[in-house]
């Protein structure tokens, strides 16, 4: 098992992970809900360079040649930026305006998107994914790392919570309510 940087050919096992984390989000971002249509969508964005989901924000877990999981973060800083260029696809593709509150901000290295595929859970293999980002980020780079985690995923939050994240502010956004937390 190894964990290495992404490269554009992943974009189609790393389309279907990234849509495990948020497709109700991508239902959204392409005004209907279409699984194959949300998956084409964010493989088209993880084969682009400079944006939020591309290929250059993303690491994944390999089992033999398999792509079993991944986790997508970024600097808070260029959140703008990176949106900016999902908003612009959206537009270019979709031919709407799609908005949505900032997830996050200077000050932190956003976790965007996080999953270990289905067939492979409860292995501690989401363990050792979120452990190399805060040994990467956090113990050698000095960095804080954040994520949003949905209200109505206690699995998940109870992951972060027993890996050391802290709870530090309430959201309303994407139409859910989310916990803002923090490994420092």
Do not use: W
Request: charged letters at 20%; one cysteine or more; hydrophobic letters at 40%.
């Amino acid at each position: 098992m190894i964990i290495r940087p992404a490269q554009p050919s992943d974009a189609p096992a790393l389309a279907k992970l990234i849509n495990m984390a948020m497709l109700e989000i991508t239902y959204q971002f392409i005004g209907k809900e279409d699984q194959n249509e949300a998956n084409a969508f964010i493989e088209s964005l993880v084969m682009q360079k400079n944006n939020q989901y591309s290929y250059e924000n993303i690491f994944v877990l390999q089992e033999l040649d398999q792509i079993i999981g991944h986790i997508c973060i970024y600097d808070g800083s260029n959140f703008e930026l990176l949106r900016q260029n999902v908003l612009d696809n959206i537009k270019q593709k979709y031919g709407h305006d799609y908005m949505a509150e900032a997830e996050t901000g200077a000050g932190e290295m956003y976790i965007d998107t996080f999953a270990i595929s289905p067939t492979v859970r409860g292995k501690g293999l989401g363990k050792q994914l979120l452990q190399f980002a805060i040994d990467h980020y956090v113990n050698q780079q000095h960095k804080v790392l954040g994520l949003l985690v949905d209200n109505e995923n206690p699995t998940a939050k109870k992951l972060y919570l027993g890996m050391g994240f802290k709870v530090v502010e309430e959201r309303d956004i994407f139409g859910k309510k989310m916990e803002h937390m923090h490994y420092a």
